[in-house]
């Protein structure tokens, strides 16, 4: 049993550091605002590594402190996160999503998707706006809208969460606020 166990923690070792070597990483320019984002090639998906910034009324600052947006970035509805991602980018769909936490490993997508997690996605503990304009969360959760399709389609929302090992799909009401990261088109 324990060279059993021995041997698993020998190849998840090897896939982290495969994976974090696999990478490449490079910048966007966002050309609305000039904002400079940096960005992480996981597979074959080219996402942001930082969550938006960009700017529109449907989004908001946590706890309305323009310092917040500096660090953790913008927290969009779902027309303002609609809005969010720069020409030649998207809001990620579900499948998206799916594609990216396969590539990492189920087991241990959150672990690896956090700030300082070897995939380079780095996700911030950015909280969210309730629709009724409360803030909460902060340090605790990261929130990520998905896109949606049609009307009649859910608002899914990706959560990682400090102490997660795995992304949870969740739903959510369309004028809440959580992070947006883009993936390329």
Known sequence: MPMQILKFLISIVFFLNFSALAQNTSTLTDPRDGKVYETIKIGRQEWTAQNMNFQNPNSWCYNNKPDNCEKFGRLYSYVGAAQACPPGWHLPTYRDWDRLIQHIGEEIAAIEMREGGSSGFNALMAGVRYDYGAF??????????????????????????????????????????FSVRCIRR
């Open 136 to 177: 909460n969360h902060l340090n605790e959760n990261a929130y990520f809208w998905g896109h949606v399709f049609a009307d009649n389609e859910p608002a899914w929302v990706y959560l990682i969460g400090r102490t997660m090992h795995t992304v949870s799909r969740i739903q959510s009401f369309s004028g809440t606020g």
